[in-house]
């Protein structure tokens, strides 16, 4: 049976990357047919409609706006081209970058009225995807590794990407509540783990079983996929981490992993550890 997977989670959580190792690992390791495809975007009207989007000559615009544009391009990935590969591929994968939840988390923090945003999500929500992964970040983590992307010279596309603490709090507390209510069918991932570790959980949620053990061998090759993805050194990316924390006077990892877990907690909700033991 054919599988469909969206990604989800606020900005700096490392969801494009995790979708590009998966790819890689389906593709290249497991011979998997698997599809990759990102959220806005997918087809030529997407693509067209991304570069709007991302500009941020048009981020004034009515929120219903932003609604009914997103909600265009995603009716195109869906109808014209994931549930037709899928359709093609009964063994399949297809992976995406982003969901019909980003609309309802986002748009609302925009000041749009949430039930007229899932009125009209709900023609795509009864049919794509099969299972989420929603990969959590502590707000000020996300503040943490936008700036260290920019020290980094990582040029980021969105004008979205950059917003205040505030916002992003907003945008990730909405993103919880709809996790709590599809937690039947999401994998809740810890975003300060090594990112071979959450692609691992992630592949066993994917493919509801183990395809390989992670050996120090399999957690080398994930890491080589995500250094290839993001085209650049993990190890200094935490050092550049650590230099935006101590320079923003912000507190330690574990301290804002303990709130996240907190948050978790109070909507009772529970993650994977993403620290899977290397046998």
């Not at 037709?84 to 994968?93: C, I, K, R, T």
């Not at 309802?104 to 923090?109: D, P």
């Amino acid at each position: 049976m054919a599988i469909s997977v969206a990604f989800e989670g606020p900005e700096g959580v490392g969801k494009t990357a995790q979708v590009k190792v998966l790819y890689d690992v389906l593709d290249k390791v497991l011979h998997r047919p698997v599809l990759m495809v990102r959220e806005p975007g997918g087809t030529l009207p997407g693509e067209a409609i991304r570069n709007i989007l991302k500009d941020a000559e048009f981020k004034d615009m009515h929120p219903r706006t932003n609604v009914l544009l997103f909600s265009a391009s995603r009716n195109e990935l869906i109808f014209k081209r994931i549930l037709p590969w899928l359709a093609e591929n009964p063994e399949g994968v297809a992976l995406s970058d982003r969901c019909w939840w980003s609309t309802i988390a986002h748009q609302t923090a925009d000041g749009e009225d949430e039930k007229y945003i899932r009125a009209v999500q709900e023609p795509f929500a009864d049919v794509w995807p099969n299972k989420f992964i929603f990969t959590d970040l502590h707000p000020y983590e996300s503040g943490i590794r936008m700036e260290r992307a920019k020290l980094m010279g990582e040029k980021r596309q969105w004008w979205r990407d950059y917003v205040d603490a505030e916002t992003y709090s907003r945008i990730r507390n909405k993103y919880l509540n709809i996790v709590a209510e599809y937690r039947q069918r999401t994998l809740l991932l810890d975003g300060f783990n090594e990112p071979a570790a959450r692609a691992y959980d992630a592949l066993v949620y994917i493919l509801g079983e183990k395809p390989f053990e992670f050996t120090q061998e399999a957690r080398n090759q994930m890491m080589k996929f995500w250094e290839e993805a993001t085209g650049i050194n993990y190890f200094e990316m935490l050092d550049y981490e650590g230099r935006v924390r101590r320079n923003l006077g912000l507190p330690d990892k574990e301290t804002l992993r303990a709130l996240m877990y907190n948050d978790w907690r109070s909507l009772g909700l529970e993650g994977a550890s993403g620290r899977v033991e290397i046998k």
